[in-house]
């Protein structure tokens, strides 16, 4: 089973960026797993921030974050990447990173019941 360990979480104002990683170990190849950011604000439900494929062809984003956060991955360094700009106070939440075997290099999928793998969260608050 892949370990998943998310950092660059942290306290910043509105408009502000933060980039969060991800870096894997253990498991199967880097390059066997779909990537996928969620998270989950006080008193809501988890939910879909973004994902990409193991080859970085197909990248999914949820309306909310598009055009203001961007996914990546280096599978040299088992890490994927969300760099998160013009955060907004909405925004706040712990950010998951998770792991899923990949059917193709163009899966990417958006629900986290096709992620098994599933990192402790980093926390990301936003200030107004």
């Known amino acids: 089973q892949v370990q998943l360990v998310e950092s660059g979480g942290g306290l910043v104002q509105a408009g502000g960026s933060l980039r969060l990683s991800c870096t894997a170990s253990?498991?199967?190849?880097?390059?066997?797993?779909?990537m996928g950011w969620f998270r989950r604000a006080p008193g809501k439900e988890r939910e879909f921030v973004s994902s990409i494929g193991w080859s970085g062809e197909t990248i999914n984003y949820a309306g909310s974050v598009k055009g203001r956060f961007t996914i990546s991955r280096d599978n040299a360094k088992n890490t994927v990447y969300l760099q998160m700009n013009g955060l907004k106070p909405e925004d706040t939440a712990l950010y998951y990173c998770a792991a899923g075997k990949s059917y193709g290099r163009t899966w990417s999928p958006v629900s986290p019941t096709l992620y098994e793998n599933w990192g402790q969260g980093t926390q990301v608050t936003v200030s107004s």
């Open positions: 253990g498991g199967r190849t880097f390059t066997s797993y779909a």
